[in-house]
């Protein structure tokens, strides 16, 4: 009975999440294993070795998660006893845009689940773009932007205006990819880029905000 309560119990509390928020916004099905990392990830006492094995945990969910959002197309393979099977391939033309310098933790995560992906670069200090490096066609390509952690939503902000103003990148394209997000956060990009998907694990008041320092060593 009380493994039942207990599933009852996270599908309302989902549910009550989601419906805060714009059905652009993916939250993440809570469990107990999403909840070890992200509590893991805010422990103090972590060590950085810990910290990076159990964020790359994280930001392979996440990516899992997120490429469900990509567009997949009907196909039909032969298996290796001959046999016809219908099945799906996701569309090529898939490029990630790491928000630096934080948002390149997540390329490895990106890199396991799609090999080939192509990877861009943006680098924002003081909502000023210092610098931003995309192949040519990126407006062609769906976008997955990465950032782990959201705060106020300003270099987010930043990043999906340089895409749509300097590269022309269509917004229903692009997907921002993160591991916790204040709900301050979500609001303002949500209220500025109503088209753009979000996939989120998490979204609390009381974000990791050392968590680019610690995974790469400068805390």
């Known amino acids: 009975m009380s493994v039942i309560s207990n599933d009852i119990e996270n599908v309302i509390v989902e549910e009550d999440i989601n419906k805060q928020y714009p059905s652009n916004v993916h939250i ?3 469990h107990n294993q999403l909840r070890e990392l992200q509590t893991l990830l805010r422990d103090r006492t972590t060590c ?7 964020a790359d945990r994280l930001i392979r ?3 899992e998660v997120a490429l469900n959002h990509l567009s997949y197309v009907p196909c039909e393979i032969q298996t290796p006893t001959g046999q016809s099977f219908q099945g799906l391939r ?13 948002g390149e933790a997540m390329e490895k995560g990106i890199r396991e689940c799609c090999r080939s992906i192509r990877i861009g670069k943006i680098l924002i200090n003081e909502g000023l773009v210092i610098y931003a490096k995309l192949p040519p066609d990126a407006h062609e390509r769906r976008i997955l932007v990465t950032y782990p952690v959201i705060t106020s939503g300003s270099i987010v902000l930043t ?3 340089l895409l749509v103003t300097e590269y022309q990148c269509q917004l229903s394209s692009i997907i921002v990819l993160c591991l916790f997000c204040t709900p301050d956060g979500i609001r303002k990009i949500c209220e500025a880029y109503p088209e753009v998907t979000i996939v989120v694990s998490e979204i609390n008041d009381v974000a990791p ?11």
């Not at 996701?90 to 934080?102: D, K, N, P």
């Not at 968590?211 to 400068?218: D, I, L, M, S």
């Open 28 to 30: 993440m099905k809570p």
């Open 61 to 63: 969910l996440t990516v």
């Open 209 to 219: 905000n050392h968590f680019g320092q610690k995974y790469f060593g400068t805390d």
């Open 48 to 54: 950085r070795s810990d910290f990076k094995f159990y």
């Open 159 to 161: 990043g999906l205006k």
């Open 90 to 102: 996701h569309e090529r033309g898939i490029l990630c845009v790491s928000l630096m310098r934080s």
